[in-house]
């Protein structure tokens, strides 16, 4: 059976980055331009200055994964693209690269989902079985859901307001860490003790997740402890406030996988990466016989390898995409 190899283009937030992916699940070349340091000046992501800078880096990393593959766009079958969701902006440099490269090469143009992306950037560490549940936490994104078979996605539940990647962001900035904040609290985290009284938030029989409850408790007790000439011991406020975050997103998770009979977990998204998170699920996993995958480092934060992933798979199903395709910020999956 031959290869069907997937040149896949991501940009929706502030990674230009693109990826040959062979078969959904081996990485052939992969190359990644990072904004991090810019918009660290500004204490987060800049909208207009991301989708220039994606400008400014998409002909170079396009280039460079050909390269380091030594390939040609003649020995790709299809053209893989997020298109959503994300920052409009930057997700239309990234679109209007793909759909150029398919029609002038004359190649199927696949549009593939943020979180598919996530999702099936574990495929390139192991084959998934279903049916699964899958976390998929990120600085846009808590979602859980349920899946029976490739590219069938039941949401279960969500955030309602922030995601857990952008309130810890917002609870870095409060306790005086630079950004990105997310790595730095984890960190702290594993240095204090849980000494502040933070609610454990959305604690309910729904799977969804809210934080802003939390960030705000975070906010609030650290003014009124200003307020009487406290200082906030920023490691043990990181602890406090991690073991909130772990705590819910565990006992949802543990219970969605109780309640489908399910023993196969994987975690997806930037805040897979989370040290604390990681621990407790692999703790929990163990406990409850669950064949938990997290992948590595590499692939829990944007990355186009786990659109060249979910592309493959979208392109055996025969989704495709014409010419008109655009860019949403906001787009449920399925």
């Not at 398919?102 to 574990?122: M, R, S, T």
């Not at 409060?174 to 594993?190: C, F, M, Q, S, T």
């Not at 007790?221 to 043990?236: A, C, F, S, V």
């Not at 938990?292 to 659109?307: F, H, K, R, S, V």
Request: proline share 4%; hydrophobic share 40%; net charge negative.
């Amino acid at each position: 059976m031959k290869s069907v190899y997937i040149l896949a283009i991501e940009s929706s937030c502030d990674e230009t980055s693109v990826s040959i992916i062979k078969d959904g699940k081996e990485e052939i070349a992969t190359a990644t331009l990072s904004q991090m340091d810019t918009h660290a000046n500004y204490g987060g992501v800049v909208p207009e200055i991301a989708s220039r800078m994606h400008i400014e880096n998409i002909t170079m990393v396009l280039e460079e994964t050909l390269n380091k593959a030594n390939f040609s766009i003649d020995d790709i079958d299809a053209i893989a693209v997020t298109y959503g969701p994300g920052l409009v902006g930057s997700l239309l440099v990234g679109l209007m690269a793909a759909k150029t490269l398919a029609f002038i090469y004359d190649k199927p143009l696949i549009p593939v989902h943020h979180i598919a992306g996530h999702i099936y950037a574990n495929n390139l560490v192991k084959p998934l079985e279903f049916p699964l549940i899958a976390l998929v936490v990120s600085g846009g994104h808590t979602d859980l859901l349920y899946m029976e078979d490739d590219y069938n996605f039941k949401r279960l539940g969500g955030t309602l307001d922030d995601a857990v990647g952008e309130a810890y962001d917002k609870v870095a900035r409060v306790i005086n860490l630079p950004y990105p904040g997310g790595p730095l609290v984890d960190k702290l985290a594993h240095e204090g003790i849980d000494t502040y009284p933070l609610p454990l938030p959305l604690d309910d029989d729904s799977y969804n997740f809210s934080f802003s409850g939390l960030k705000s408790a975070v906010i609030n007790l650290t003014h009124n402890e200003g307020q009487r000439g406290h200082q906030i011991i920023p490691e043990n406020m990181a602890t406090s406030f991690q073991n909130r975050v772990v705590e819910i997103l565990t006992k949802k998770t543990m219970r969605a996988l109780k309640e489908y009979q399910v023993n196969r977990l994987i975690v997806a998204g930037g805040v897979a990466a989370n040290k604390g998170l990681r621990q407790r699920l692999t703790e929990l996993c163990a406990e409850n016989n669950v064949d938990l995958i997290i992948p590595p480092i590499e692939y829990c934060t944007d990355n186009a390898a786990m659109i060249g992933a979910a592309g493959y798979y979208a392109y055996k199903l025969g989704r495709r995409a014409d010419l008109t395709l655009n860019a949403k910020a906001s787009d449920q999956l399925n």
